[in-house]
């Protein structure tokens, strides 16, 4: 596998033959289960029983120097990095819309601390952590988990979003997701639940039909530095995620989820500027995506999104779902 760059929209891709089988195999004993014998490499490990493993076909590999090098007009580097699979819950259907909020916040925990961990290492830029789950989500594992990555260089959404923000608070010295969080606090249309600090809503213009993004109310760009320094909010947090997912189930099993929070500002690299004002104008949250199988073909087109359901539609739906 190697990383190669588009010259065009400078994105990264990830590119190689060798690229593993990610189709569950049917297993006769789960590798995540706490005694299992096959278990992967242990990385951290909470109280809980909330675990970091090494993933067990890593697309990046933790040894060595991404050797960034020129290929003609072309980039090229090695995946170096780390591909982690974070175990949610010891217990195999402790899933995040089941388990207690306690629970949840000590994955939310176990997250923060890898991120800050391996932002510590300057090879790092940036630290993923995303959820595929259901079969036309590419889910990897039986056992309620996510996923980590740490990479060389900042994801494009990512980068978008830290170009975007930029732009917004260089014009109005403000941050764009407060902004959005006061406008849509005070309109109450397209907000789903509010928890603590903590807000659920849909977005102005959503990608796919019952997009749902969580915020804190209070402006925050490392959502890693939020909960290690106040560890206690993520019960909230985990509240909110929990029954924002069982709205969202009552809709469709399968549904990816991303936490978005700021690059690696550990090691500043002097040629993005970006890095000088992250703390301002950057706002982490979590995006949820959910995947209507029968919808698919409306947005399988990603050139332009197409969302055959507005956010104040769907809302009305999620906000009258049964959940506990
Ligand atoms: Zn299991
Ligand atoms: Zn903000
Ligand atoms: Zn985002």
Redesign the pocket.
Known sequence: MELRKDPITRSWVITGDDVPDIAPRPESS?R??PDSAHAPQLVATLSGGQRAVVHPTALYHIEGEASRRADGIYDRMRPVGAHEVLIENPR?DGHLWNASDAEIGQFLLLAAQRIQDLKRDGRFKYVSIYKDHGSSAGQEF??PSSQLTATTFVPRRVLYELRASREYFTQKERCVFCDIVSQETKQEVRVLESRGDFIALLPYAPRVPYETWILPRTHEAAFERMGLNRPHMLTDLGALLRRTLQRIRTITESFHLVLHTSPNSLHRSGSMGYWKTIDEDYHWHIEIMPILAAKSKSYTFKEVYYSPLTSETAIKRLRDARIE
Request: glycine content about 0%; proline content about 0%; overall charge negative.
């Open positions: 789960c995540l289960c195999h039986e056992h």
